[in-house]
Nanobody, 124 residues
Framework: QVQLVESGGGLVQAGGSLRLSCAAS????????MGWFRQAPGKEREFVAA????????GYSDSLKGRFTISRDNAKNTVYLQMNSLKPEDTAVYYC?????????????????WGQGTQVTVSS
């Protein structure tokens, strides 16, 4: 069993940056692939970024590549999402997810554990 708690969301102006954190608890959390997804109002949840168990392999949504960076610190059981050059269309609830697999996963159904989400609002 893995529990995930996101933090770091908030209100930021367009062009600004935020770093989201996802603290994972559970004996095997460091061996799980991790991902970030987001859901904007009135839209379906979409993939943002993923990272494998060691942090050596990452994947991104094509539309976000270059602005967002995912990383992890297994000593702290924490995954991060650094978001730069934020735009109003990045406004969404951001969810952290864990998959019981070592390699990265990009599809929502591949993740068995989810956090409650953290709101990110980008003002124009």
């Amino acid at each position: 069993q893995v529990q995930l708690v996101e933090s770091g969301g908030g209100l930021v102006q367009a062009g600004g940056s935020l770093r989201l954190s996802c603290a994972a608890s559970g004996r095997t959390a460091s061996s799980y692939a991790m991902g970030w997804f987001r859901q904007a109002p009135g839209k379906e949840r979409e993939f943002v970024a993923a990272i494998n168990w060691s942090g050596g392999n990452t994947g991104y949504s094509d539309s976000l590549k270059g602005r967002f960076t995912i990383s992890r610190d297994n000593a702290k059981n924490t995954v991060y999402l650094q978001m730069n050059s934020l735009k109003p269309e990045d406004t969404a609830v951001y969810y952290c997810a864990a998959a019981a697999a070592p390699r990265i996963r990009t599809r929502e159904y591949e993740y068995g554990y989810w956090g409650q989400g953290t709101q990110v609002t980008v003002s124009s």
